[in-house]
Each structure stands twice: as C-alpha cells, then as structure tokens.
C-alpha cells in the first residue's frame, strides 16, 4: 500500500474531525498492512514530499514519529504523485494501491506526470481518495482517480 497524507499543518485548519480522521486512517491501514505482511510506504506532502517505508521491523516507530512531525508550506502534488510513482516502480510496491488523504487544493500535475499515472493505472495499480475537509478540492482529479470518497462537515 501506498498512502499519501496532506501536510499535517494544513490539516490542522481541517480542525476536528478531518484531522482526527485522517490520522486514525493512517494508523488503522498501518495496523492492516502489518496484520497481511503488506508493505506500506507513506508519503507526506506540502511543499516538499516527506517519506517513510514503513515496511521494516521498526515501522511503528517510525510512524509514531512521522506523524507528530509538521510540516509547513503549501501543497506540491506534482512531487508528491513522482513520490508514489516512483515508488510503484520498485519491485516492492509493484502490485501496490494508492490512497490518498487530501483535501484536494493542489494543481494537476504535469502531462508527464499524468502519462505515468496512467500507465501504472494500465498496470492495474488503482488510485482512490479521501478527502476529509468541507472543501471540493480540485474536481478534475475525480478524472484522474478511480475514487475520491467525501466527508463533509
């Protein structure tokens, strides 16, 4: 699994429930990857993309770490996406879904970028989506993923 997290600081003006969410989701689906023997490899976006494979024997360190780090700035999702895509190159998360928690409130990414979403959507790997906030987010990337569930305040 491949789980792609909005910056931390911008969630914060999610406040409440958004938040709340969209830390329990990280840790429930790193408890279910652990329980199948699945990889997990997390990415943290704003303006730079922060990572972590969480695969290893010490991945709830690890975790427990990333997530009371903050990060500051905006939302880059073009590096972000290169991030996952990369990373779905590798042998290791080759067969691998994508999930990202996100408000949505970033630019579409370049055509090439768009190109290797696509071929790994080819190669059956499938893109959903949370978006937790009381915001749209940017529509166009309901063309892109196979999903983006809503949860409006």
Do not use: H
Request: proline fraction near 3%; charge should be negative.
């Amino acid at each position: 699994m491949v789980l792609s997290l909005s910056a931390l600081t911008p969630a914060v003006r999610w406040g409440g429930f958004p938040f709340d969410f969209a830390r329990m989701m990280v840790i429930r689906i790193f408890e279910m990857t652990r329980k199948q023997k699945r990889p997990m490899f997390l990415v943290e976006f704003s303006v730079q993309a922060q990572y972590v494979d969480l695969t290893g024997e010490d991945g709830e360190e690890q975790l427990c770490r990333f997530l009371t780090e903050y990060f500051m700035g905006g939302t880059n999702g073009e590096e972000m996406f290169c991030t996952i895509l990369n990373q779905l190159e590798s042998e290791t998360f080759s067969n691998a879904d994508v999930l990202i928690i996100s408000d949505f409130e970033f630019d579409l990414c370049t055509s090439k970028t768009m190109d290797r979403i696509r071929t790994a959507r080819n190669l059956d790997t499938r893109f959903y989506g949370i978006n937790p906030s009381n915001t749209e987010g940017n529509t166009q990337y309901e063309n892109i993923m196979d999903s983006i569930w809503r949860f409006y305040k």
